[in-house]
T-cell receptor, first 117, second 117 residues
Framework: AQSVTQLGSHVSVSEGALVLLRCNYS??????LFWYVQYPNQGLQLLLK??????LVKGINGFEAEFKKSETSFHLTKPSAHMSDAAEYFC???????????????FGKGTKLSVKP | DAGVIQSPRHEVTEMGQEVTLRCKPI?????LFWYRQTMMRGLELLIY????????DSGMPEDRFSAKMPNASFSTLKIQPSEPRDSAVYFC???????????????FGQGTRLTVV
């Protein structure tokens, strides 16, 4: 089944340190890929989206992600973490079940990011 | 636009009672999704609609769950009778176009936290 896998359910970094959140996808055809962020007690908000073209995608709040077909990866990075980045991050892709669901998103399990002062 | 609006934000009910969750999508959006979020299973798609028509309800857990979209601006998710294992955060999301469309993103409401005791 088509899916996305997020390595690490919890990541902790110090303020100012590099943030790296990992996402790998399984697909014979490179899909569109999304990163969403969920702040405590909030809904999900789109950070960035890869469709086609440039493999380095810049998003909001200083985040970016690089699509690497050879590694089937779409890792999310930010050079310098801020306390306000503490949240849960979800990698997602559209469903490819062409017989049924193709309009919806399939989400990874999420990675909770903690930022230490 | 005020975004996707869900009500109530919190619901506590006794086992066996009927629960109705409500969603108002963003005006003009033609897709509406209901997701459920739990610690164990993450974000799961329950059902989604296109132009008010249910497209895929394969994620609905069982017959106790039902969803309707009587018009483009309103949808409900009903659980009857409710059980403690239904306790979760339920999200509604909407989009203009499906996730394989290049310029589409899903916008999420803030969720309804359901507790069944």
């Amino acid at each position: 089944a088509q899916s996305v896998t997020q390595l690490g359910s919890h990541v902790s970094v110090s303020e100012g340190a590099l943030v790296l959140l990992r996402c790998n996808y399984s697909s014979s055809v490179p899909p569109y890929l999304f990163w969403y962020v969920q702040y405590p007690n909030q809904g999900l908000q789109l950070l960035l989206k890869y469709t086609t073209g440039a493999t380095l995608v810049k998003g909001i709040n200083g985040f970016e992600a690089e699509f690497k077909k050879s590694e089937t990866s779409f890792h999310l990075t930010k050079p310098s973490a801020h306390m306000s980045d503490a949240a849960e991050y979800f990698c997602a892709r559209p469903s490819t079940n062409y017989g049924g669901s193709q309009g919806n998103l399939i989400f990874g399990k999420g990675t909770k990011l903690s930022v230490k002062p | 636009d005020a975004g996707v609006i869900q009500s109530p934000r919190h619901e506590v009910t006794e086992m066996g009672q009927e629960v109705t969750l409500r969603c108002k999508p963003i005006s003009g959006h033609d897709y509406l999704f209901w997701y459920r979020q739990t610690m164990m299973r993450g974000l799961e798609l329950l059902i989604y609609f296109n132009n008010n028509v249910p497209i895929d309800d394969s994620g609905m857990p069982e017959d106790r769950f039902s969803a309707k979209m009587p018009n483009a601006s309103f949808s409900t998710l009903k659980i009857q009778p409710s059980e403690p294992r239904d306790s979760a955060v339920y999200f509604c999301a909407s989009s203009f176009g499906q996730m394989w469309d290049m310029n589409t993103e899903a916008f999420f409401g803030q969720g309804t936290r359901l507790t069944v005791v």
